[in-house]
């Protein structure tokens, strides 16, 4: 009788002896590389669907990293960071309320004189020997009564609603906006920190020195930006008012926000408070257009190099390009944040790229 033998599992292959591993055929290269596609296919698509997402959170970062020099300042008059980041942020309001309420009333107050004055036009229209003549064969003010009571009421109707929806997702954004920049310059320096421990020991010294550098630049261009579009907005509102514009304020404004906008936002302005002013008189709409001209080429020749000068480090040559390949990229909030990240790359080139160049 033959001795049973006892086996007992090997500890290490508990679970039975690995088998052999599978075949590197065509096949498997081939499902591989079709799996790898479809991740970067589902992650691109991922990215599409969650752009507005990231271009929110984009920005509310730069306009956190663009506020922290005025609360750094507060704080160096021995005030507290909570209470800094509380004044600065009560400004934030303070000027989008501003915004809203010069812009809303006239706005609304010229609807409601068109909405009055329509009978009117009818009435003048009626009165006209043409017109009558043209009626009697026509109809033409019978067909437009009707229309304005059926056809465009209906649609005005399904505009103002859907006006009203895109007034509540605007507001609904900007209130995201405002939280998340808010959340942001409170926790600045933690993500600073964060992210610096991400890099090796060795090199973390120098890479916080480029970090401050770049975003003292964007803090700075950001300064910078918004002064020149005070600037702009100060002076039209003093000319406005002078020259007899109605709605004033509310068209300085105007001026103010598009001229954020690298390259083209002070034309725009320009051109759409020089087009309201031609409506009230010729005159004025001619002073308007004299007006703007001539402070375009002081703002770009004198205003904008003197303020700039200490905020970002880039060639103008490539502040043209940097804001056209962001335009055309992110559209208007491209064109913002491309020169501070050109002026970063610059940076990053001048201080990384070429030190290597050199030493090859």
């Not at 005025?70 to 704080?75: D, K, W």
């Not at 010729?282 to 002073?287: D, E, L, T």
């Not at 200490?310 to 020169?339: E, K, N, Y």
């Amino acid at each position: 009788m033959s001795a049973e033998v006892e086996t007992s599992p090997d500890k290490g292959h508990q679970y039975g002896l690995p088998g052999k591993p599978l075949a590197r055929g065509p096949f498997l290269f081939g499902l591989i590389g079709g799996l790898g596609v479809l991740t970067a296919i589902a992650i691109g698509q991922m990215v599409v669907r969650s752009l507005s997402v990231i271009i929110l959170i984009t920005v509310a970062m730069f306009l956190a990293v663009g506020l922290n020099p005025a609360v750094e300042a507060l704080q160096r008059r021995r005030m507290s960071r909570r209470t800094s980041i509380a004044i600065v942020f009560a400004g934030v309001i303070a000027a989008f309320a501003s915004f809203g309420l010069a812009i809303v009333p006239p706005v609304s107050q010229q609807l409601a004189d068109f909405v009055r004055a329509v009978p009117g036009y009818l009435t003048e229209l009626g009165n006209n020997p043409t017109v009558q003549m043209l009626e009697q064969d026509y109809q033409i003010l019978s067909q437009l009564r009707s229309f304005l009571t059926g056809t465009a009421a209906t649609t005005l109707a399904s505009g103002i609603m859907g006006a009203g929806l895109v007034v509540v997702d605007s507001l609904f954004t900007t209130v995201t906006l405002l939280v998340l920049m808010l959340y942001f310059l409170g926790s600045l320096h933690t993500i600073k920190v964060y992210l610096l421990k991400l890099v090796p020991a060795s090199r973390r010294e120098r890479t916080g020195a480029l970090t401050e550098e770049i975003l003292g630049g964007i803090g700075g261009y950001v300064a910078g930006n918004v002064l020149i579009s005070v600037i702009a907005g100060v002076l039209s509102w003093i000319f406005l008012t002078v020259a007899g514009v109605p709605y004033a304020l509310a068209l300085a404004l105007i001026v103010a926000i598009t001229d954020l906008i690298p390259l083209v936002g002070a034309t725009i302005g320009a051109v759409l408070v020089t087009g309201v002013a031609f409506l009230g008189s010729v005159p004025a709409g001619i002073a308007c257009a004299i007006f703007f001209v001539v402070y375009q080429q002081v703002e770009n020749y004198l205003i904008y190099p003197r303020v700039m000068k200490r905020s970002v480090d880039v060639t103008p040559a490539v502040t043209v390009i940097a804001a056209l390949f962001g335009g055309a990229l992110l559209g208007i909030v491209g064109a913002l944040l491309a020169i501070p990240v050109a002026a970063a790359i610059a940076l990053i080139i001048r201080e990384t790229v070429l030190p290597r160049q050199d030493q090859s």
